[in-house]
Nanobody, 129 residues
Framework: QVRLVESGGGSLQTGGSLRLSCAAS????????MGWFRQAPGKEREGVAT???????TYADSVKGRFTISKATVENTLYLQMDSLKPEDSGIYYC???????????????????????WGQGIQVTVSS
């Protein structure tokens, strides 16, 4: 059974940094597409960043240059380094994984071209001004 557990969330002020982690267990596929998503109150869930088993990464325009997605292979953990945080980055952050590495992008998720099979429970990030 695949399980994704996020950690590293919290509350901080504008300009601060956080690193989110997503520990994946029970996922034995060598090919994957993994992503970070977020949902603010009253808004739809949106893609933040994706990475696939070919090490290709994509980012939402709103976080480019500030966020970095990475994956530690041995630990089977997904990370999201978030720098220069803004109040509009607040929300619940979710990690997700799917077995297909193709069309793995924030754009594909936005356009509904692909879904994800497994999701974490989410973790809160609050950035105050």
């Amino acid at each position: 059974q695949v399980r994704l557990v996020e950690s590293g969330g919290g509350s901080l002020q504008t300009g601060g940094s956080l690193r989110l982690s997503c520990a994946a267990s029970g996922y034995t596929y060598s090919r994957y597409c993994m992503g970070w998503f977020r949902q603010a109150p009253g808004k739809e869930r949106e893609g933040v960043a994706t990475i696939n088993s070919l090490a290709l990464t994509t980012y939402a325009d709103s976080v480019k240059g500030r966020f970095t997605i990475s994956k530690a292979t041995v630990e089977n953990t997904l990370y999201l380094q978030m720098d220069s945080l803004k109040p509009e980055d607040s929300g619940i952050y979710y990690c997700a994984v799917d077995t297909s590495p193709y069309d793995c992008s924030v754009e594909a998720a936005l356009q509904g071209r692909r879904g994800y099979s497994f999701w974490g429970q989410g973790i809160q990030v609050t950035v105050s001004s």
